[in-house]
């Protein structure tokens, strides 16, 4: 059974810092990208940050400030957010793919799997 645990939301100030992590299991060997995604209230989820082999792509609007990353060793994905915004705050989501395609934020959020998300909020 594929599981994807988020972990590490919470509050924070704008301009601080904040990590998340996702910790998977069961996921298929063949799986390639790996991704966050976001949804504020009243809105689209959208791409934040993709990983796949290695390579990252980030969404314009959080370009320098965010970073994604993963460890192989402890099935584990990151988010490191810096000089966080009030317009940060959302759900993030991280999610799974293993089909063929591009990996990148622009990527429709209909990934295969996904986790049940964790809460960011940012204040001013």
């Known amino acids: 059974q594929v599981q994807l645990m988020e972990s590490g939301g919470g509050s924070e100030q704008s301009g601080g810092s904040h990590r998340l992590s996702c910790v998977a299991s069961?996921?298929?060997?063949?799986?390639?990208?790996m991704a966050w995604f976001r949804q504020a209230p009243g809105k689209e989820r959208e791409g934040v940050a993709a990983?796949?082999?290695?390579?990252?792509k980030y969404a314009e609007s959080v370009k320098g400030r965010f970073t994604i990353s993963e460890d192989n060793a402890k099935n584990t994905l990151y988010l490191q957010m810096n000089s966080l915004k009030p317009e940060d705050t959302a759900m993030y989501y991280c999610?799974?793919?293993?089909?063929?395609?591009?990996?990148?934020?622009?990527?429709?959020?209909?990934?295969?799997?996904w986790g049940q998300g964790t809460q960011v909020t940012v204040s001013s």
């Open positions: 990983i796949a082999d290695s390579a990252t």
């Open positions: 069961g996921l298929p060997a063949s799986v390639h990208c």
């Open positions: 999610a799974a793919d293993q089909r063929l395609r591009p990996c990148n934020p622009r990527m429709r959020a209909d990934l295969e799997f």
